[in-house]
């Protein structure tokens, strides 16, 4: 089993990494201090935390934001706990300065769980727009109607403009995690989520109509590789890429390609 400082998962960009933890259990830190900024998601288990003099047990889906130097000591409990953390090495982000400082308390479980799953998955390019998106969905979020600017940017998007979350934020002279927070109060759903949704219907579209191979298909749409696209798809779909251009060929009217499957063999 790896130990708590060996992540079960993890992935770096650069000023942030995140990371899947397990720590052990009758386990803890004594007092203690880190030099960065981290973000921590209690995903199972029961644990005592004393943050500055204050002591706190979370035993459900909880968070924590603690600044860089701020004072710790750590109970793991008596069956360990399962934790995603997110470290910033600029303590100033102004990312950061509307989080819930040292302390923890309950989080949404109907958004939060599938984009921590999707920070640990993505590729690096995308790990600070999945971040920004976590951040502003810590807090409950009240509908809004969308203002023209936010409705320009879903636009562009559905037409295909290949934005990433920073991208998008400086055309409209707006903060990342401001445009990420304001877009899921407009539309019900994060600017991440949403622009992935827009690439996998653009590739499903593509496969459908048996265009291009796999690997053009994935550049096409805005994915940043094949298996990218591949879980995407899958995972909006239930079915592969492969799969989708032969369902595409079947209702045109044609077959999909005998023993497709299979590697070429070489006689001896």
Request: proline share 7%.
């Amino acid at each position: 089993m790896k130990s708590a400082d060996q992540p079960l998962a993890e992935r770096c960009a650069d000023r942030t990494q995140v990371a899947l933890r397990r720590y052990p259990s009758a386990g803890g830190q004594p007092r203690h201090v880190h030099d960065h900024a981290q973000l921590s998601f209690l995903l199972a288990g029961r644990m005592r935390e004393v943050i500055g003099g204050r002591s706190f047990e979370p035993a459900g889906p909880a968070f924590c934001f603690k600044p860089a130097g701020a004072e710790h000591i750590d109970d793991w409990g008596e069956r360990g706990v399962l934790i995603f953390s997110a470290r910033f090495r600029d303590d100033g982000d102004e990312a950061l300065r509307d989080l819930p400082c040292a302390r923890w308390q309950p989080y949404d479980t109907r958004h939060l769980p599938a984009l921590l799953r999707r920070a640990l998955a993505c590729p690096t390019d995308d790990v600070e727009d999945v971040l920004c998106d976590i951040i502003a969905m810590v807090s409950p979020l009240a509908a809004r109607p969308a203002a023209p600017w936010l409705r320009r940017i879903r636009e562009a998007l559905d037409d295909g403009e290949p934005w990433r979350l920073a991208d998008a934020a400086r055309i409209a002279g707006v903060h990342r995690v401001h445009l990420s927070r304001s877009f899921a109060q407009a539309f019900g759903t994060t600017f991440s989520n949403y622009r992935q949704r827009t690439m996998t219907a653009r590739a499903a579209e593509a496969l459908l109509a048996g265009g291009g191979g796999l690997c053009t298909v994935a550049h096409d749409a805005g994915f940043a590789d094949q298996s990218h696209m591949t879980r995407a798809v899958v995972a909006a779909t239930g079915a592969t890429p492969k799969r989708l251009r032969q369902l595409g060929l079947i209702s045109a009217g044609g077959s999909p390609p005998a023993h497709s499957d299979r590697r070429p063999t070489t006689g001896r």
